[in-house]
């Protein structure tokens, strides 16, 4: 069917077309929902895959990072799992690539980013607002790499 006929089809049954409208707005990409998950955490990714297992290289760097300051405790959204997800969190961080990391609900950046802020020790700083000792700290004779 066209769209144009679905269209047509669904103004002749109103009551379809609002719930139909209704369910868009709620999916797993909508703003709502993606602000809910980015809410629902101090530390949230959206990467390729899962922590256990990531499915490319700049999401297992992310993981890989997070886990040098010692941080285990996070959410992690395998977008390679909905593709209305992986779409939607890009239009809501207006950041064209995966992993994106959020930090206190904020947006941190994806894998050069976290990469750059490691080296530079801003790392331990944002995970030290979100209330996050970076276990960076307890070793003071090694430096971030």
């Given at each position: 069917?066209?769209?144009?006929?679905?269209?047509?089809?669904?103004q002749s049954r109103p009551s379809v077309c609002r719930l139909l409208c209704a369910s868009y707005g709620t999916g797993t990409g909508a703003k709502e929902n993606i602000e809910k998950l980015v809410k629902g955490d101090k530390v949230v990714v959206f990467m390729k895959g899962?922590?256990?297992?990531?499915?490319?290289?700049?999401?297992?760097?992310?993981?890989?990072?997070?886990?040098?300051?010692?941080?285990?405790?996070?959410?992690?959204?395998?977008?390679?799992?909905?593709?209305?997800?992986?779409?939607?969190?890009?239009?809501?961080?207006?950041?064209?690539?995966?992993?994106?990391?959020?930090?206190?609900?904020?947006?941190?950046?994806?894998?050069?980013?976290?990469?750059?802020?490691?080296?530079?020790?801003?790392?331990?700083?944002?995970?030290?607002?979100?209330?996050?000792?970076?276990?960076?700290?307890?070793?003071?004779?090694?430096?971030?790499?």
């Amino acid at each position: 069917m066209t769209t144009l006929l679905r269209l047509l089809t669904l103004q002749s049954r109103p009551s379809v077309c609002r719930l139909l409208c209704a369910s868009y707005g709620t999916g797993t990409g909508a703003k709502e929902n993606i602000e809910k998950l980015v809410k629902g955490d101090k530390v949230v990714v959206f990467m390729k895959g899962v922590p256990e297992q990531p499915r490319c290289g700049f999401s297992n760097a992310v993981v890989q990072i997070l886990k040098f300051h010692g941080v285990d405790n996070y959410s992690a959204h395998d977008v390679l799992e909905d593709e209305e997800l992986r779409q939607g969190v890009k239009e809501y961080s207006n950041w064209p690539t995966i992993p994106q990391v959020y930090i206190n609900s904020e947006f941190v950046g994806g894998c050069d980013i976290m990469l750059d802020m490691h080296k530079n020790g801003e790392l331990v700083e944002e995970l030290n607002k979100a209330g996050i000792r970076s276990a960076l700290l307890d070793k003071p004779d090694k430096q971030a790499e």
